[in-house]
């Protein structure tokens, strides 16, 4: 059952469907007219605007929502409640630390699986670039990095989440952050227009990222939202990944680059089928798995909490807050500081 039929719930949907482990048994929106419009091409399943009602009527196997971030709590409670095996929903995991433990102690105390939406890292020149990580050709990793030049709640976690998987997912001690603008608390995916900082992960590798309208231009990319680049270095070498324009390397053996390119068509069927494959075996974890997900959102909450307070902040978290308000509290509103002229139109300076 999806829930969202918006544009990442018809993405779930249509993945879902074309699965043969799958049946979309049910579409739920608050607007009617998005039902209808999607329902043909899932085979009719059952439409509602009721997402607890309607999980309650099918007893979904897979419970995934794609609505929009400030909606979380609820939807978890809606897919525990109909006794779904798996939850599958979209990043964030939430806006707030406070909403986010609450997520966290929902899925934990009713033991149902749960994936987040970090489906990027399908992207071939994902994987290439892991791969190279892997083999060793960069010697000992010390820095992980990542930048995107769109906002906090749309990217920073995506960024998290592949710099956390370049440097094999080790644990983050301590982060320091900084932030500036204001505008885009207003969004529908509040955030501070520009947001950057240092992860300091247990493993002794540095982690930096910047996110936002001072992240730096990836001359490369045309596409605005995949102006991302995150990668890996070591005393041999680097490699990186650029959202939108493949991937490359050097190393001690030469340089090499290749094509690849974020593409939801391409990365959302293995995500799916993940999905199947940990239904049929719990020891084939999915690797967008909700507790590796919460150690990013984590990193990016720990972000806010520094930038607003000042100082390192130590993880994990042990206590809830709300990261947005105090940040936004303390805050100056001087219009933020553009790395390029294309971010303008964005972020509306
Ligand atoms: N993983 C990715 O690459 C990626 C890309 C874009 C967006 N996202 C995330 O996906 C989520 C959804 O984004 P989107 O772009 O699909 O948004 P959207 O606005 O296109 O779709 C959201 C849908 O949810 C519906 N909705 C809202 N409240 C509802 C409720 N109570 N019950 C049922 N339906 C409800 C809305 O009517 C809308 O159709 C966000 O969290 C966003 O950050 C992820």
């Known amino acids: 059952m999806v829930v969202g039929m918006g544009k990442r719930g018809k993405h779930h949907a249509a993945a879902f469907h ?28 059952a439409r509602s605007t009721d997402a607890a009602a309607l999980a309650k009527s099918l007893k979904p196997d897979v419970f995934c929502f794609c609505t929009l971030p400030s909606l979380r709590t609820e939807m978890i409670k809606v897919g525990i409640k109909s006794r779904a095996k798996l939850i599958a929903f979209e990043k964030p995991v939430a806006l707030t630390g406070n909403e986010g433990m609450k997520v966290k102690k929902l899925l934990d105390a009713s033991g149902v699986k749960a994936v987040v939406s970090h489906q990027h890292r399908y992207g071939v020149h994902y994987r ?6 892997a083999g060793g050709s960069l010697g000992r990793v ?59 992960f247990a493993n002794g590798v540095r982690g930096i990222v910047e996110c936002g309208a001072g992240a730096p231009d990836v001359p490369e990319v045309d596409y605005w939202w995949r102006k991302c680049r995150i990668g890996a270095q070591g005393p041999d070498g680097f490699a990186e990944v650029l959202t939108g324009g493949g991937w490359r390397a050097v190393t001690r053996s030469g340089s090499w680059s290749g094509e690849g390119c974020m593409n939801y068509d391409l990365d959302m069927p293995p995500y799916i089928q993940e999905m199947a494959d940990w239904l049929d075996d719990d020891s084939k974890v999915h690797s967008c798995n909700f507790a590796s997900a919460y150690k990013g959102f984590e990193i990016v909450m720990a972000l806010c909490r520094s930038a607003a307070a000042g100082g390192q902040v130590g993880l994990p978290l042990t206590a809830g807050k709300d990261e947005l308000k105090s940040l936004q509290k303390a805050m100056s509103d001087r219009k933020v500081l553009l790395s390029m002229a294309a971010n303008a139109k964005e972020y509306g300076v």
């Open 128 to 133: 290439k670039v892991k791969e190279i990580i």
């Open 18 to 45: 074309a699965n043969g482990r799958f049946e979309v048994v049910g579409i739920c929106d608050i607007d009617e007219a998005r039902l209808a419009a999607a329902a043909e091409s899932l085979g009719n399943p």
């Open 142 to 200: 010390h820095t992980v990095y990542g930048t995107a030049t769109g906002w906090m709640a749309h990217m920073l976690s995506h960024l998290v989440d592949y710099m956390r998987w370049y440097n094999n997912n080790a644990e983050a001690e301590w982060v320091m952050g900084q932030s500036a603008g204001i505008g885009k608390f207003q969004d529908m995916h509040p955030s501070p227009d520009y947001i950057g900082g240092f992860i300091q």
